[in-house]
């Protein structure tokens, strides 16, 4: 039996229909029903230790544990949820799986833990989060190497540091930025050269399934499709398969862009209201965020899609051919 914690999300449900698809049992722990999979679905917040225990007691066989429940939002006004759920959250379920004998625990964390990072940065990587979300996704981490830690012959734990995530039906920050394409609004900030490293969701599926198999011990890998796009040939890619046009279109330089996103962040202030732009945004739009990874060296792991297909596919379902019944998913 897999569980997934926080399966009613994204990644959680496309996770769970590739399961459903292989005929793998799994049940869903989450705050709300998963839209696709109700009927798997038991209500519990990672929050609430003494309500969690009984769920999972309640499942029997509950392991192994995919641990997909976070607040990762950037527009969180009290901090500290970010560490209730993605700190006291992990600490409660390395703490009830200890108390089930479950021994294996497969974790979502984030690049985010690497901040402004050099480019291609590995694993081994200097941990440097700019963020709440980064820093307590890394504190949680550290929760979850000391419960390895306490029983490394008998727990294995696999923690999985994606980078952006995008695929059909995730209204996220990629989806944001193809729209804007797509809609022929969009405008090009700085020289475009810089690059962005991607993860399709049919492939992080594909990683999750992976590492509830086949590591045992203690392995953290980044999640990254390759190759990278940089920003121009993204843009162009994108144009070329919406409207048969790869031109870039209109550019601001970098500097006009934060000036513009600096007097976003003073009328919000001022507003109290979330603007579209901000200076904050144009800083991680026009940076370098590209990783390297290992995952895809690994024995057993083969992504079953190319980058460019996953993009392809989500082009195609989200603007040439839409299904108003999909579900959709609000991340970001």
Known sequence: MLTILGGSGFIGTNLCRSLAAQNIDFRI???????????????????????????????????PLINLAAVHRDDVSDRQEYYNTNVDGIANICDIATELGIDRIVFTSTVAVYGFAAPQTDETGTIDPFNDYGRSKFEGEKVLNKWFAEAPKT???CIVRPTV?????????????????????????????NKKSLAYVGNIVA?????????????????????????????S?????????????FRLPYPVGMFLGKI??????????????????VKKFCSETSFSSSAHDQDGFVAPYKLDEGLRRTLVSEFLEPDDSRTIFYTE
């Open 165 to 193: 995530v995008f695929g059909e039906g995730n209204r996220g920050n990629v989806f944001n930025l193809l729209n804007q394409i797509a809609s022929g609004r969009f405008v090009m900030i700085g020289d475009g050269k």
């Open 29 to 63: 722990v989450d705050l709300k029903p998963s839209p696709e999979f109700a009927d798997r679905t038991l209500i519990a917040d990672i929050r609430d230790k003494e309500g969690l225990l009984v769920t999972l007691a309640s499942i029997g066989n509950a392991g």
């Open 155 to 157: 727990r294995t734990i």
């Open 237 to 249: 890619h994108v144009r070329s398969v919406l409207v048969g046009i790869d031109k870039i279109g």
């Open 264 to 281: 976003a962040d003073g009328l919000a202030k001022v507003s109290g209201k979330n603007l579209p732009i901000s200076s904050i945004r």
């Open 207 to 235: 990683f999750l399934e992976w590492c509830t198999i086949h590591p045992n011990g203690s392995d953290i890998f980044n999640y990254v499709d390759k190759p990278d796009f940089d920003m121009n040939s993204l843009v």
